[in-house]
C-alpha cells in the first residue's frame, strides 16, 4: 500500500511540475539548476568553486529574465546507482528544470539515460566517453570534447615539432582512459609511429610496486614517447616512479590529472618537461578569459585548469539557454540549446551534429609544458607563452 502511495504522490508531483513549467514564474521564484557532482573527484571542489562564481555573475546580471538562480548539488559518487537516484532527486524533488555537471565518464552516460527518460535537458561539462553523445539522447548536450578528440592539438603538435618514432601507451581502464588511448592508438598506426607497449592498469591497484610491474616491459624497449591517461594521483605517481626507474622517454599526458597544479607539487621534480594536452589554457585570448582567470586567482589564491573553465563557462551555457527560451518546458529549453552561438570564457559555444556525435561542441584543444614548476603553453604557436624543451 505505501509502494502505491508513494508512486502516485511521485505523479502528483510530476503534473504539478510540468503545470509550473508552463507558466511564467513569479518574481521572487528561484528557478533551479541541478548540478551532478562528486565531492571525492580530484577536482570537485576547483568545479565548486567555479560555478558559484558563475552563479553570482548571472544572479548579478539579473539572473533569467529577472528570476534568480538557485543550483542544488546532488553526489553521484562516480557510481551507476547513485547517479542514477541523483539525477532522480534533482527532478523529482528539486524541481530542476535542466541538468549540469557529470564528471566521471564511467557514470554519466548511465545519469544521461535518466535525464532522458525523464525528458529533462542535461548539459554535460566534463565526461569524456564518446558514447555520452552517440546514444541518440535527445536531451544530453556536452561542452568539452568526447576522449577521441582531446589529443587533436598534442597529436598536431607531435607530428610538427616532435615526429618521434615510438611511443608506449598506458592509461587507467576506464571508459576515459581507454577511449583516449585508443585514439593515440590509431594516431600512431595512421603515422608509422612503433608502439612498444600497450598498459591498462586499474587504479584501484595503483601503487609505486604495481607500476614498476607494469614499466618493466618500457624498460626492456624505451620509446621516444611515453603516453599516459590517468587522474591525478595516478598521474603523479606513474610519473615518479618511471624516473625513479631512469627511464628516459618523453613523458606525455592525455590531459586529465597532468593538467591540475597539484600534479606538479605531487609529481616533484619527475614532473619537469612534461608536457600534456589540455582543453584550456589560461594564455588563451577568449574573451573574458583572463576576466575568470584573475577573478579565480584573487579570490581563491590558486590557478583553475580546464576543469574550472568547463565549469564556469558550462553554467553560463545553461543561463543563456534559460533566458531565450520560450518558456521553461523541456522542448523549449532544447530549442534553445539548439540555438546556443555564444563566446565564453572556455572557448566559442555551438552545438552540432558530427560524425556519430549528436549535440557536441567542437573546439580545438592545446599543448601545456612544466617548465620551473610551472605550466607554459607551446601549442597552438599562436597561444605560446615558451618555446618547447626537449
Known amino acids: 500500500m505505501q509502494h502505491y502511495r508513494k508512486f502516485w504522490l511521485q505523479i502528483g ?3 504539478c511540475t510540468s503545470i509550473f513549467l508552463s507558466f511564467p514564474v513569479s518574481a521572487s521564484e528561484k528557478i533551479v539548476i541541478g548540478i551532478l557532482h562528486r565531492a571525492d573527484f580530484a577536482y570537485a571542489d576547483m568545479m565548486q568553486k567555479a560555478y558559484s562564481m558563475a552563479l553570482e555573475v548571472i544572479n548579478k546580471e539579473g539572473g533569467v529574465n529577472g528570476h534568480p538562480i538557485k543550483l ?5 559518487r562516480g557510481k551507476r546507482r547513485e547517479g542514477q537516484i541523483a539525477v532522480e532527486k534533482l527532478i523529482v524533488q528539486n524541481g530542476a528544470v535542466m541538468l549540469v555537471g557529470g564528471y566521471s565518464s564511467s557514470n554519466t552516460l548511465d545519469m544521461a539515460r535518466v ?13 569524456a566517453d564518446d558514447r555520452i553523445t552517440q546514444r541518440q539522447l535527445l536531451n544530453i548536450y556536452r561542452l568539452n570534447p568526447p576522449a577521441s578528440e582531446y589529443a587533436n592539438g598534442l597529436e598536431k603538435f607531435m ?3 616532435l615526429n618521434p618514432s615510438s611511443m608506449s601507451i598506458i592509461y587507467e581502464n576506464s571508459p576515459y582512459g581507454t577511449g583516449g588511448a585508443l585514439q593515440m592508438m590509431w594516431f600512431c598506426r595512421e603515422n608509422d609511429i612503433a608502439i612498444t607497449a600497450i598498459l591498462p592498469y586499474h587504479k584501484e591497484r595503483a601503487s609505486e610496486a604495481y607500476f614498476k610491474k607494469i614499466l618493466t616491459h618500457v624498460q626492456k624497449d624505451v620509446p621516444d614517447v611515453i603516453y599516459m591517461v590517468s587522474y591525478l594521483k595516478d598521474a603523479a605517481l606513474l610519473v615518479k616512479t618511471i624516473r625513479a626507474l631512469n627511464i628516459k622517454s618523453l613523458l606525455s599526458g592525455g590531459a586529465g590529472g597532468f593538467t591540475h597544479e597539484k600534479f606538479i607539487s605531487l609529481a616533484g621534480a619527475a614532473a619537469e618537461k612534461t608536457i600534456t594536452a ?3 589554457s589560461p594564455h588563451l585570448q577568449y574573451s573574458g578569459t583572463q576576466t575568470f582567470l584573475q577573478n579565480f586567482l584573487k579570490r581563491y589564491g590558486i590557478q583553475p585548469d580546464y576543469h574550472g573553465a568547463e565549469a564556469y563557462a558550462s ?6 539557454a534559460l533566458r531565450r527560451a520560450k518558456s ?3 522542448e523549449d529549453i532544447r530549442e534553445a540549446l539548439n540555438t546556443t552561438q555564444m563566446m565564453t570564457p572556455f572557448g566559442p559555444v555551438h552545438f552540432k551534429s558530427y560524425k556519430n556525435f549528436q549535440r557536441q561542441n567542437r573546439l580545438p584543444t592545446q599543448v601545456l609544458q612544466i617548465m620551473n614548476n610551472r605550466f607554459e603553453t607551446i601549442w597552438p604557436l599562436e597561444s605560446a607563452t615558451a618555446d618547447f624543451q626537449p
Open 13 to 15: 508531483f510530476i503534473l
Open 72 to 76: 542544488v548539488f546532488a553526489d553521484d
Open 115 to 127: 535525464a532522458d527518460r525523464r525528458d529533462r535537458p542535461f548539459l554535460v561539462c566534463t565526461a
Open 159 to 161: 607530428i610538427t615539432r
Open 278 to 280: 589540455t582543453l584550456w
Open 315 to 320: 553554467l553560463l551555457v545553461a543561463a543563456d
Open 328 to 330: 521553461l518546458q523541456p
